[in-house]
């Protein structure tokens, strides 16, 4: 199924979300059903993108908070009170959506705009209200695309010609408003002339590497190979990564990061092999409220996603699973973070800080 969309914003043949022109329907591309089945959601409701949020249709930080955006543009459409009736209802609409996933910082900084925009809009008609968030949610989404454009231009720079790039969890064009983040080094490292290969870890317990990293790699016609998360050490040992990138779901002031479950591990083996550790992120995923890792807020999924393998369970029907989503990797293990604002190496306080102002 092709993307039923006329004009996307991720300027790609696919896109993780988008607005339709109508500006009362979303359209996700549903992830859990890759690789083998292109499949696009058409969503009406404010209810039916927080759902969609909630059941991973739509994951990666920047795709949450632009799917988030797109959702009060549809809460938008059916708020036709008065001003203050029009703030409250679109307040709880915010709540709603602020709900869905707790760790991806871009959620709460996407709602956050589009609530201020809420408000400048309260005293006008009902099609204004719509037609000047609709404005508001597609600024965001073409914001990330430039974003990612620069941030792959500036972490390409860290790409030797030849190199092989580890990279966990997805952070590509699925996870993005297109091109992006930790993917989009590479693909500015393609456009800039350098042959690169990638090796993508599977990524349990959903396996976003191998489903979703590895088919749109594919599709670009890139060299990609994957891999158990298990096999990581093994391969440094070899000497056969020359360097890592991942995105993040969220940047703390200390440095910090948090992302993907069994992010922190690979960190760690990197440092045990001297291999640079580059995380890959949009300013947006920077919380400077929040002021190391260990005030991150990590989301617990269910004990289904770790208990069973393809719908089938793989574990004793009597016993229990651990499954935190995302896990902080210290900013001490990381060579640099990536954001279209310029690097910052090594991310602390002060370096965070400095790019902020």
């Given at each position: ?82 001003a203050e009736a029009f703030v409250r209802g679109m307040d709880k609409a915010r709540e709603r959506l602020q709900d869905t996933r707790p760790t991806a910082v871009n959620l709460a900084w996407a709602l956050g705009r589009m609530a201020v ?139 910090d990061v948090a992302n993907k479950i069994g992010t922190y591990g690979v960190a760690c083996l990197a440092q045990a092999h001297g291999v640079p550790f ?80």
């Amino acid at each position: 199924m092709s993307l039923p969309h006329p004009e996307p914003l991720s300027g790609a043949a696919y896109s993780a979300v988008e607005l339709m022109p109508d500006d009362h329907r979303v359209v996700m591309l549903d992830q859990r059903a890759l690789p083998s089945v292109e499949r696009y959601e058409m969503l009406s409701s404010l209810t039916e993108v927080a759902r969609a949020i909630e059941q991973l249709v739509v994951r990666g930080a920047p795709a949450i908070g632009i799917a988030a955006a797109y959702g009060m543009v549809l809460a938008a459409g059916v708020e036709r009170g008065p001003a203050e009736a029009f703030v409250r209802g679109m307040d709880k609409a915010r709540e709603r959506l602020q709900d869905t996933r707790p760790t991806a910082v871009n959620l709460a900084w996407a709602l956050g705009r589009m609530a201020v925009a809420a408000r400048a809009v309260a005293s006008q008609a009902s099609v204004d209200r719509v037609l000047r968030l609709a404005f508001e949610a597609r600024s965001i989404h073409r914001e990330d695309v430039a974003s990612c454009r620069a941030i792959g231009r500036i972490g390409s720079e860290r790409v030797p010609d030849g190199a092989t790039i580890l990279t966990h969890c997805n952070a590509g064009a699925l996870a993005t408003g297109g091109y992006g983040t930790a993917l989009g080094v590479v693909r500015a490292a393609r456009e800039g002339g350098k042959r690169v290969r990638v090796v993508a870890c599977e990524t349990r317990p959903v396996l976003q590497g191998a489903r979703l990293t590895a088919w749109e790699l594919s599709r670009d016609a890139f060299d990609v190979t994957v891999i158990t998360d298990s096999m990581v050490g093994q391969l440094l040992g070899r000497r056969r990564i020359d360097l890592i990138v991942v995105g993040a779901d969220r940047v703390a002031r200390s440095g910090d990061v948090a992302n993907k479950i069994g992010t922190y591990g690979v960190a760690c083996l990197a440092q045990a092999h001297g291999v640079p550790f580059y995380v890959a992120a949009p300013w947006s995923t920077v919380d400077l409220a929040c002021p190391n890792g260990d005030a991150i807020p990590i989301e617990h999924r269910s004990e289904g996603e770790v208990l069973s393998f393809g719908g089938t369970r793989v574990a004793p029907a009597e016993v229990h699973a651990e499954n935190p989503a995302f896990d902080v990797t210290p900013a001490r293990l990381i060579a640099a973070l990536f954001t279209e604002r310029g690097e910052v190496s090594p991310p602390s306080e002060r370096s965070l800080l400095a790019l902020a102002c």
